[in-house]
């Protein structure tokens, strides 16, 4: 199994900046990809931007492109999400995930990932 600890939510005024940190133990090298999805009250979970763990290539969602950047620390198997220029639609419950056969066609699909961390809420007002 792989656990995933997130952190670094909190409440940011528009315009502002908070980095997320999703610390993963356990099996790792069992997963490809690794990311970030969001869900809003009322709304369904979202995918916000993934990174593979082999070649380093990443997904962006069209609404956070140019704003959040992901990035990974293979040595403290953590894989962190800066998130700058944030906007009141950005408030959601931020989740870690991790999968072991995440493709391109799939990055985006909740169901492709095994590994999901509790959330951490960010909220934007």
């Known amino acids: 199994d792989v656990q995933l600890v997130e952190s670094g939510g909190g409440s940011v005024q528009p315009g502002g900046s908070l980095r997320l940190s999703c610390g993963a133990s356990g099996h790792t090298y069992s997963s490809n990809c690794m990311g970030w999805f969001r869900q809003a009250p009322g709304k369904e979970r979202e995918g916000v931007a993934f990174?593979?763990?082999?070649?380093?290539?990443?997904y962006y969602a069209d609404s956070v492109k140019g704003r959040f950047i992901i990035s990974q620390d293979k040595g403290r198997n953590t894989v962190y999400l800066l998130m700058n220029s944030l906007k009141p639609d950005d408030t959601a419950m931020y989740y870690c995930?991790?999968?072991?056969?995440?493709?391109?066609?799939?990055?985006?699909?909740?169901?492709?990932?095994?590994?999901w961390g509790q959330g951490t809420q960010v909220t934007v007002s």
């Open positions: 990174v593979y763990f082999g070649g380093g290539s990443t």
């Open positions: 995930a991790a999968g072991p056969f995440v493709t391109g066609a799939t990055v985006r699909v909740p169901g492709a990932y095994t590994y």
